[in-house]
């Protein structure tokens, strides 16, 4: 028994069906200001909207690539065989009888209206490129609560967008920020009033369906002052020969003394594209959690970052990466430090198996006037065989003598004692394998609402299984 | 015969190449105790190690039966679902996975069918931790993770009581115990003997006055050279190993 089997088993991805496509419009593929402008003037937006995304789209025309992660893989994408809008429903239903039935019975399969009727406040279901299906929960709705698919918040808090789209992530920040802001569509809008604690999760679920298919939903989510919430997103897609492309953009802002949790399960299937900005501010004493599990994909570069502005702040990012054969998992986490006596967690696992590659790109930035800051970084890689690879990319830039931080980085492989201690209790070498990577993913599993918790943790051991029979 | 344990005909065992065991029989029979006594490096947990299936640990020639299987072609998770069960000297930590899950798991593997349901599970585990002095924190802990030495015996004797082998292997579960440990491991021995054969590896006298073996082997430079009764055990204690080197 050499651990062998165990690690070259290739693991089935569950997700990986397509339903008929049945496009009530589809756009032609590729990109060109006319596109950026049909879309607007589909949705039947603002001027001020359309202005925005023209601008944001010749931004993204003239940007560079960005000249880290993986330059080979991003080089490969290509721009023009991409579909950047498709509608695949004449609207956004509140209840799921209303759907079209191809696509109900593709979130029956992926247990979204049984998991809203157990566990969520709230319910957005993104297919291809807009809300197919929305709910939010009577008592939160009384509270004030916001909960609209983005397309939908636009409509009727013109305002509010107004005020806070961009103001987190502008459209000039990277590549995929500006072709985002340029071609967005859905994505989810959230605004909870003072001093309203969201007990339940509300949960968005993005799914790709489309062959080349581009998904750019937009998120925004707004905690008033001593309010908090708990977003959980989850995303799948079919496992096809040609690649997607999912680029989003999620803003969160904190108001004072608020808290905002985003949890996110990413399992696109290994054929996507996954470039995603998150960002979020958080003002005097507010919290911002980004719990952030990265299974699936092709390619993600994904750095989940909060801005320390306001006295007193916290960021908690825990992140996970699994990076499968011919995956790399570009992920980690950027926390600025803007203000005094903010203090910062970060922790990032990944596992590299079969040929994957994980890497952690972090950034811990302390400015001058921020002092008496604390911070820890943690960054732990287990490598289940010899193929794999895992590489670390911290960065800090402290600008005063005061803050504390500290920063462990481990590389760890799975050892043979662990697997025959493990096989000596009963266990196959793929059920031992499945414990030890289950373990190790715990810090983070455990920050889940259960019944992500219980699917993640089968999915590994799914991963670890593959190839037998 | 049928009432045979484990039997170990001519075994050779290397590790890395070198030979550490050169020619061993044993036979151990159900309801009984065996020690193995010698110094470092006389072989004794490669034996261990050897039977269970350790992957490291090569058997050159010989043969292990269990119950009169041979055991070359059984995986290590085969055989321990078939009755066998090793007692780690140095249990590996599995950092994450929680002692309860563990624990029911292993269960469930180990007994398949005839494991118990989640409510007498309980009712076995708290019984099984009540005398072993265990609390029940325990079980929200790590797999041996950031455990004394004491723990994790405790924890090994823990699964040792509820996978109810039907040979128990024991590799120096008593080193660096206090005597109530001690006492915990040997009426964990004890109290599985008669359902079971158990080859007790150990350095010190101590362990055997609490478990009384039937039979004391020592064991010096991969050979069993002297095989007594329980008497052996302090005569060795008294006179040290060197009057039994050639």
Redesign the interface.
Known sequence: ??GDKARDAVGDYRYGFHDPENATIRFDKGLSEKVVRDISELKGEPEWMTSIRVKAYHRFMEMPMPTWGNCDMLNQIDFDSVTYFLRSSKGTENNWDEVPEDIKNTFDRLGIPDAEQKWLGGVTAQYESEAVYHSIREDLEEQGVLFLDMDSGLKQYPEIVKKYFCSVVPASDNKFSALNTAVWSGGSFIYVPKGVHVEMPVQAYFRINAKNMGQFERTLIIADEGSSIHYVEGCTAPTYSTESLHSAVVELIAMDGAKIRYSTVQNWSANVYNLVTKRGVAHSNATIEWVDGNIGSKLTMKYPAVLLRGEGAHAEVISVAYAGKGQHQDAGAKVHHLAPNTTSNILSKSISKNGGRSSYRGMLQVSPKAHSCRSKVVCDALMLDADSQSDTYPTMEVGNSSADLEHEASVSKV????L??????????E??MG??V??????FTRELPMEYAVELNRLLELEMEGAIG | MGDEVLSIDGLHVSVDGTEIIKGLSLTINLGEIHAIMGRNGSGKSTLANAIMGHPAYEITSGEIKFRGTPLDEMEVFERARAGMFLSFQYPSSIPGVQVGTFLRKSVSAVRGENAPSARDFRKELKGHMEALGMDKSFLGRYVNDGFSGGEKKRLEILQMLLLNPCLALLDETDSGLDIDALRVVSDGINSITPTAGSLVITHYERLLELVKPDFVHVMIDGRIVKTGNADLAGELEAKGYDWLEA
């Open positions: 028994m050499s050892s043979n004692n662990q025959f201690y493990l096989m000596s209790r009963g266990h196959s070498e059920e031992a414990m030890i289950n373990g190790f993913f715990e810090p």
